[in-house]
């Protein structure tokens, strides 16, 4: 009898705690909803214009201002280079004998590299076959026009099965990009809406005739990581005194760190931009940030490979060559751009002028991220006018690695906890924060929209650490929120 009893106990306090665990659960996400879903909501609203657009649909008027969908690039006589993207939900075979669901640009997740010349006038047309929640391709790093930055609900609607739009931009700088849908971008990039864009030099920076160049693009499929689409790594052919140029590409949410095993090797671009004068490095570790590109120079020695191997995936290296495998190096030193590489000699920026500043406190806790303890658009944006030169600073408050990442502008690091950089200019499009971590970063306000401006941990995002920069006097005939169905950072 008494067992018998135990047992009832045993079991009704087991269905009560799972009874209260379900609710507990059911209200977070309900709570996370709430946040996650302004029913209506303009982002170019915060403007501090005369005839300020106001949410509830001025923005039919023309003299509010000029539209952000009004904002496109010059036509010029550049060569055209034209790519079809066909957005669908298809099942991935993985190269380690596994199915995935996934949400693909031409069946494939990745999507196809796109690879043009510095100067080319891209044309993507996005098709979208029966992804029901719409899609966007957003061009994370490059600077396009207002219209071209695919924000559902900022600077177009999201395209709908069925649906198609093309976007038209000039790839004025050279570097390494990556695009991705910037609709719901927490699941639609988990899900495997991404794919790598590179924009190759006019004249290369590389003085070095014999190197060749691939790039890698990590991502999360689901829960899967991935390497160029593959499970399983990559082996690269080469040969001794061989120059290599690897472009490395987190598309990821977390913090990736890579070692570089079997031969020094240089860090020759950040976020796209070539450094000047960097050294090399041996045995010092690379965190990669969420969002954000390192390109590296590696010559290939005598008589052993190099393998670059990362801390997230031990399974997912890149081997180049033949021979030994190199001991692992990792670990010793973290990279640090404080003081890599060797200032320009005549550097155009010796001294910050500065009209407009801006500070920014990333915090997290378990179920909110914010930006000065504000989520989403309740958060004041960042108000500029064209031409100001300003000065952001941003500080992590902890809640982990917060990547922050700012559309449509190139910004310059200006100092790392109160210290000045000193080798060479560094410029970004997604800084990497840790806790505790506070830097000073500047950029020229010459390119009017409405950008937004997130954490790259799409997850944190997602939870409300996301704003605008809006540029006085450009407004947008967009919404985010329930009702369009526009929601750029879900
Ligand atoms: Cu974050």
Redesign the pocket.
Known sequence: MGKTNNKKHFFFFGFSLLLLLIGVTISLYFWQIRLQKPVKVNMGQHQHTANAVSSEGSHDHPNDGVSCEKIVDKETSAPIRKFELTAARTTVKLDNGKTVEAWTFNDMSPGPELRVQQGDRVVVTLHNKDIAEGVTIHWHGVKVPCSQDGIAGVTQESIMPGNQFTYTFTASEPGTYWYHSHQMSSIQVQKGLLGSFIVEPRTSSIPLSTATEISAIFQQLNSAMLLNGSASGLNLAGKAGDYERLRLINAGNDTINISVDGAPFQVIAMDGHDLHETGKLDGVTIPIGAGQRYDLLVQLPEHNKVVIRNDLDKSLSITFGSGTDPEPSGGREMFSFVNYGSPLPNDPLNKLTVDKQFELR?G?SLFV?SINNHSFHEIPPMNVKEGDRVLITITNEG??????HIHGHTFRVWSKNGVLLKGSPVYLDTLLTKKGETYEVYLVADNPGLWMAH???L???SMG?SMMLNYEGITTPFRVGTNSGNLPDL
């Open positions: 990333l997290r991220s809640g982990g690695d917060h990547p922050f954490c790259h941990n997850q944190h995002a650490m």
